[in-house]
Antibody
Framework: DVQLLESGGGLLQPGGSLRLSCAAS????????MSWVRQAPGKGLEWVST????????YYADSMKGRFTLSRDNSKNTLYLQMNSLRAEDTAVYYC???????????????WGQGTMVTVSA | EIVLTQSPATLSLSPGERATLSCRAS??????LAWYQQKPGQAPRLLIY???NRATGIPARFSGSGSGTDFTLTISGLEPEDFAVYYC?????????FGQGTRLEIK
């Protein structure tokens, strides 16, 4: 079964840091670009960041640049999102998602994890 | 940044009816548009990619069309499980963006 399992969410104060993980199984992880998409409570979907299959290239939404770092360990089939200088507006469910194709820089997302909640509050 | 505007915000229909959801882009996204379905408490589910290609396991009642800036998701013969929120997403350029969603509710 193709699966993504996020972990690492929690409650923290503004200015804090958190690292999210996404464990992949059921497909050749190292062949696919991977992304994080977030959803604030009661709101729509917001793309956060994408990493190439090799990990050599990353892309970020403007509001996350300089604060978030996306990385991957293909030997462990795991994706990571390091989030620093967190703000109240970063409060959201964070989903990891897999590119549908193994050959495109930007893609649609065919497999999603169940999400992990990040709450930033004083 | 390419802005995707979905309409209507809410669509009220009965099971068996045909649903037509719209997504308009602020500039051309070629055919690089996808549609997702999301139910409460669940992750989004990919329905359609690159305008008209159904994802694996998606029933034939879901179809997509359009090009450039105007796109449509059609659900022919609504089933009870189709009532959900639908999002469009482009992959034409960075940043990837999503529409604000259309809520499909039971009339």
């Amino acid at each position: 079964d193709v699966q993504l399992l996020e972990s690492g969410g929690g409650l923290l104060q503004p200015g804090g840091s958190l690292r999210l993980s996404c464990a992949a199984s059921g497909f050749i992880f190292s062949n696919y670009g991977m992304s994080w998409v977030r959803q604030a409570p009661g709101k729509g979907l917001e793309w956060v960041s994408t990493i190439s299959y090799s990990g050599g290239t990353t892309y970020y939404a403007d509001s996350m640049k300089g604060r978030f770092t996306l990385s991957r360990d293909n030997s462990k089939n795991t994706l990571y999102l390091q989030m620093n200088s967190l703000r109240a507006e970063d409060t959201a469910v964070y989903y990891c998602a897999k590119d549908i194709s193994d050959s495109r820089t930007r893609d649609a997302f065919d497999i999603w994890g169940q999400g992990t909640m990040v709450t930033v509050s004083a | 940044e390419i802005v995707l505007t979905q309409s209507p915000a809410t669509l009220s229909l009965s099971p068996g009816e045909r649903a037509t959801l719209s997504c308009r882009a602020s500039q051309s996204v070629s055919s690089f548009l996808a549609w997702y379905q999301q139910k409460p408490g669940q992750a989004p589910r990919l329905l359609i990619y690159d305008t008209s290609n159904r994802a694996t396991g998606i029933p034939a009642r879901f179809s997509g069309s359009g090009s450039g800036t105007d796109f449509t998701l059609t659900i022919s013969g609504l089933e009870p499980e189709d009532f959900a929120v639908y999002y469009c997403q482009h992959r034409s350029d960075w940043p990837i963006t999503f529409g604000q969603g259309t809520r499909l509710e039971i009339k």
